[in-house]
């Protein structure tokens, strides 16, 4: 079973952090380039902070240390863009709201 390396949460979709990192990191590419440098930055953070586990991705299809639910991820990242923009975090609660969450982002 594989939990969340930051809140323990059992995760139901199998996403490593790197194909989460891809797919927001597009999303911000998309929206406003000059923040994907400090993005990167972020989730490098963010991953320092993530205790050791094992996910296997169903993306990418291989395994990865360390694993976060898409909650974390998407709450790090919003908090991270409401300091830099608070425009952006509005659209991004939009695109991706944890109540969309369960709508398979990935389907
Ligand atoms: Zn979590
Ligand atoms: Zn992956």
């Known amino acids: 079973m594989t ?4 809140c323990s949460t ?3 979709q199998s996403v490593c952090p790197l194909c989460l990192t ?6 911000i590419e998309k929206k406003k380039l000059s923040l994907v440098k400090p993005f990167r930055e972020e989730v490098r953070t963010m991953l320092d902070k993530t205790r050791y586990g094992k996910i296997s991705c169903k993306i990418c299809r291989s395994e990865h ?3 976060i639910c898409m909650n974390c ?4 990242i919003h908090s991270f863009l409401a300091k830099k ?3 952006l975090a509005a659209q991004f609660l939009q ?3 944890p109540k969309s ?4 982002l990935y389907a």
């Open 3 to 6: 939990r969340c390396g930051l």
């Open 10 to 12: 059992e995760i139901s």
């Open 22 to 27: 891809d797919k927001f990191e597009a999303w």
């Open 65 to 67: 240390e360390k694993a």
């Open 73 to 76: 991820y998407a709450g790090k």
């Open 85 to 87: 923009d608070e425009k």
């Open 95 to 97: 695109d991706f709201a």
């Open 101 to 104: 969450e369960r709508s398979e």
